[in-house]
């Protein structure tokens, strides 16, 4: 069974453009969520999708948005690029329901904004 | 505000000894405790995961300890290896009806085993 796949795996971007990341979840998985990961903040959750539907979010500007697809497959964008964007962006997927709470991330992509 | 605090940063640990990292946590609404193991250029990996209603569960040398009281949980690494050698992430979520929620991490602990 193919794990979370993340698209690109590395990224360089200018100041002041938009990114889009992709991330393909485990066969049957219809939870996205979307986590940043720098050193100084470690962990922090972006946003979570289900069934094309945002059901939670984090403590992030606008300008970090996403949306799922009826596949389950997940993007997230980022408009107008600041350095402090420079990070870890981390995909996971689990199963849908009460009780299947297991999170599997993927390998991430590394954004470098410059 | 930090949720879950996570002790120590880094950790040297030799060869067959036992590495434990605790972390504690403040929302009694968390339901849920996993630990990641990262390596680098990789995503984090679910290593062991434990409820509130048990106070200890043990998969091969990992095991953790849970005190529901104390609001604290522990990893216990036992006969560590050089190849255990990762940073660690302690993690707490809450889950009502169908929301799988989201996880609150720590800010990690690297572990070095030395041979």
């Known amino acids: ?23 393909s979840p485990i066969s049957g998985h219809r939870s996205v969520s979307w986590y940043q990961q720098t050193p100084g903040q470690g ?8 069934s094309e539907t945002q059901r939670n979010k984090g403590n992030f500007p606008g300008r970090f948005s996403g949306r799922q697809f009826s596949n389950s ?32 991330f993927g390998q991430g992509t590394r954004l470098t904004v410059v | 505000q930090q949720q879950v605090k996570q002790s ?22 968390f339901d849920y405790f996993p630990w990641y193991q990262q390596f680098p250029g990789k995503g984090p990996a679910l290593l062991i995961a434990i409820r509130p209603d048990v106070s200890e569960k043990k998969e091969g040398r990992f095991t953790i300890s849970f005190n529901k ?11 560590s290896q050089p190849g255990d050698s990762a ?3 302690c993690a707490a979520k809450t889950g009502a009806g169908g929301s ?16």
């Open chain 1, 73 to 104: 497959r997940s993007e997230m964008n980022v408009s107008t690029l600041e350095l402090g964007d420079s990070a870890l962006y981390l995909c996971a997927s689990s199963l849908s329901g009460r009780g299947n709470t297991e999170a599997f």
């Open chain 2, 69 to 79: 009281s104390a609001k604290q949980f522990s990893l216990h690494i036992m006969d």
């Open chain 2, 87 to 89: 940073t660690y992430f």
């Open chain 1, 43 to 50: 962990l922090q959750f972006l946003f979570e999708y289900f």
């Open chain 1, 1 to 23: 069974k193919a794990g979370v796949t993340q698209t690109p795996r590395y990224l360089i971007k200018t100041r002041g453009q938009q990114v889009t990341l992709s991330c």
């Open chain 2, 100 to 115: 799988q929620g989201n996880l609150i991490f720590g800010k990690g602990t690297k572990l070095s085993v030395k041979p």
């Open chain 2, 8 to 29: 120590p940063q880094s950790l040297i640990v030799q060869k067959g000894g036992i590495s434990i990292i605790n972390c504690a946590y403040e929302n009694t609404a």
